[in-house]
């Protein structure tokens, strides 16, 4: 199993800032990938970036150049720089690993983010 904590979050005015923290543990055996997504009310979740172990980063067209996914491998952790915010970015931030042969998604809670304008 799979245990993701996620941190940081909150409340901002647009163009602030805000970091996003996920600690993960339990078995990372064949860590494909680590990555954030996020869903805004009555919409799909959606990718924001993601980070694999073996290829380059990827953000979502809207995030380019505003925020920044960085991983560090020796504390299995995380995490999402997000700058210049804007109203649009408001939702539900989640946490993401993928593992094994089976490529397995395992989530984190979740962490409200809400930017206001």
């Known amino acids: 199993q799979v245990q993701l904590v996620e941190s940081g979050g909150g409340l901002v005015q647009a163009g602030g800032s805000l970091r996003l923290s996920c600690a993960a543990s339990g078995s990372l055996f064949m860590l494909k990938s680590m990555g954030w997504y996020r869903q805004a009310p009555g919409k799909q979740r959606e990718l924001v970036a993601f980070d694999p172990v073996a290829g380059s980063t990827n953000y979502a067209d809207s995030v380019k150049g505003r925020f920044t996914i960085s991983r560090d491998n020796t504390k299995n952790t995380v995490s999402l720089q997000m700058n210049n915010l804007k109203p649009e970015d408001t939702g539900v931030y989640y946490c993401?690993?993928?593992?094994?042969?089976?490529?397995?998604?395992?989530w984190g809670q979740g962490t409200q983010v809400t930017v206001s304008s």
């Open positions: 993401n690993v993928v593992i094994g042969r089976t490529w397995t998604n395992y």
